[in-house]
């Protein structure tokens, strides 16, 4: 499982790891049924501590994305990869409004804006 | 169930004007447990206690062993690694482990000996002829020969090279994967605790102020950077249940700028402030939780001036 952590990051480590896990439920590299890493070796394998680890599955136990089974570890349970790509785009939108409110206040025109997007998409 | 493997109870000490006091936490078995606090704090008359197993009116125990009823059998489960070296200056690798392993049951010599040419440690070199990094090298091969249940490390990495510095996270990680064993690391590079230990002690003016996950700690703490005055904020403080603990003033070229670190847990902060808060780091919790409020001032435009 390719997970990235970034130590520097305002985001607290076990939501990027949320969020890593949910990225590949959408595109498919993680799929129903499928075992995940113990807690214990994904913590080891990114350097971080076990409880950290732990949060991130609970999380994804939490809304209902992976399951444990007692002594044997934690598994992909049936996703919804619609409702977790409408949840996606609904969080861009989210953060769009309140992007396009900060650009109002600057005084930046739309044209400028898209500009800006067409440039720094690449 | 998770299995307690160090459960400590009432422990405290009187020292001259220091009084450690009312210590009571319990760690279970396959974490590492961190012990932050600044100088004076109490970490190390506390790992003392740990350590020796002797505290009048506390229970202590490991691995349900009491270490008031067998101080001994308590002591045998316990391996670590210091800052100053506990072996007799004069002894030589092969010594210490001679000497000091039949202390242990189960000392596993060979380990010990294969461990310290990993090291790159000669056995037959005096302790006194190495270097400070060496002595923690060499007590580091001496504690994992045993088949201790608790490790404890005090300060371990000041004298050691950055590359062994990660070698040795990797190695304690090693010990607590198999949740038979648990670390104890005292250390007062806080960044360094944060990403690495599960559990923390804090320990402030010889009293617990917080034992329990990082994790935890870092879910009641927001720091936030705003515009908004000091009493301001104490406005919004009194509908919502926000502590204000510190506030950072700075004056800078084009207006005031305010940073506070507040005890709230996110999801109760006052709308207000929602987008404009961050988890706080270790280290800034720690740094400016003091008794009260805090204000710093700090006047970055005189900076600008001096520069001119």
């Known amino acids: 499982m390719n997970i990235k952590i970034q130590t520097k990051s305002g985001e607290p480590i076990y939501a990027q790891i949320v969020r890593q896990i949910k990225d590949l439920m959408i595109n498919n590299t993680l799929t129903k049924g499928e075992s995940l890493p113990s807690i214990r070796s994904l913590a080891m394998e990114l350097k971080i501590s076990v409880i950290t680890t732990k949060r991130a599955y609970e999380e994804l136990e939490k809304e209902g994305l992976i399951y444990s089974v007692p002594g044997k570890g934690f598994y992909v349970d049936s996703v919804d990869v619609q409702y977790m790509e409408e949840k996606k785009v609904q969080g861009v939108e989210e953060e769009l409004v309140q992007l396009i409110e900060k650009c109002k206040k600057a005084g930046i025109s739309l044209e400028e804006v898209k500009d800006m997007v067409e440039i720094l998409w690449e | 169930m998770e299995q307690i493997l160090l459960e400590c109870k009432n422990v405290g000490k009187r020292q001259g004007d220091f009084e450690l006091k009312d210590i009571n936490f319990q760690l279970p078995a396959g974490y590492i447990m961190g012990v932050i606090g600044r100088n004076g704090a109490g970490k190390s008359t506390l790992l003392n206690i740990l350590l020796q197993g002797r505290n009048k009116g506390a229970d202590i125990r490991l691995n349900g062993v009491s270490a008031e009823a067998d101080v001994v059998g308590y002591r045998e489960q316990i391996g670590f690694v210091l800052n100053e070296t506990p072996f007799p200056l004069v002894f030589h690798g092969k010594n210490c482990g001679k000497v000091y392993g039949s202390y242990y049951k189960d000392f596993d010599y060979d380990k010990y000996l294969r461990l310290l040419e990993n090291y790159g440690i000669d056995k037959k070199k005096r302790l006194k002829a190495m270097s400070k990094g060496e002595q923690i090298k060499q007590q580091l091969a001496f504690a994992l020969a045993t088949n201790a249940k608790l490790f404890v490390m005090d ?110 847990r996110a999801e109760d902060l006052p709308k207000e402030l929602k987008d404009s808060a961050r988890r706080a780091e270790l280290k800034e919790i720690m740094d400016i939780t003091g008794f009260g409020l805090t204000i710093m001032e700090e006047n970055v435009s005189d900076i600008g001036r001096g520069v001119r």
């Open chain 2, 155 to 264: 300060e371990p990495v000041g004298n050691l090279d950055p590359i062994f510095q990660r070698e040795l996270q990797d190695i304690l990680r090693e010990i607590i994967q198999e949740e038979k064993a648990s670390v104890i690391y005292v250390s007062h590079l806080v960044e360094e605790m944060e990403l690495f230990t599960d559990y923390l002690l804090w320990l402030d003016k010889g009293e617990q102020k917080y034992f329990g996950t990082v994790e935890g700690l870092r879910d009641e703490y927001q720091m936030i950077e705003t515009d908004l005055e000091l009493s301001k904020l104490q406005n919004l403080q009194s509908r919502d249940k926000m502590e204000i603990t510190s506030c950072i003033r700075s004056k800078r070229i084009g207006g005031a700028h305010q940073e506070y670190l507040v005890k709230c």
